[in-house]
């Protein structure tokens, strides 16, 4: 017999978070603008975190381990064109990361931003 719950913004299944209920992330990119989703690829599978667009010409602060040992990274990016808003995947490029510090700075490839 599977025990089932709704908790927060999550379904618990045998005390397992297993899915969110909504696309709390879409959500969360439609009503700020200078916060981004991170999506990276490691030799374990997929990861995910998040950062904050810094500058006009799409310097990205992140958490150094959100993108260590990637061999991808893309971000989510909201925008907006004619009123309407949307969300768009977007390559980056490592700029400059520390271990020490915990951080990072990536750079949003072919000045798509």
């Known amino acids: ?3 089932k719950h709704s908790v927060s913004a999550f379904k618990l299944e045998r005390d397992k978070l297993v899915q969110p209920i909504q696309n709390y992330e879409q959500a969360y990119l439609s009503q700020v603008k200078g916060v981004i989703f991170i999506r990276t690829k490691t030799s374990e599978g997929v990861s995910s975190g998040s950062g904050a667009i810094i500058s006009k010409y799409g310097i990205i602060l992140t958490c150094n381990h959100v993108i260590s040992e990637s061999s991808n990274i893309q971000v989510r ?9 949307y969300t768009k995947l977007e390559n980056v490029d ?3 990361k520390s271990k020490e510090l915990d951080a990072a700075l990536l750079k949003i490839a072919d000045e798509n931003y």
């Open 1 to 3: 017999m599977s025990e």
């Open 77 to 85: 990016l909201s925008v907006e064109t004619n009123g309407e808003i």
């Open 94 to 96: 490592i700029v400059w």
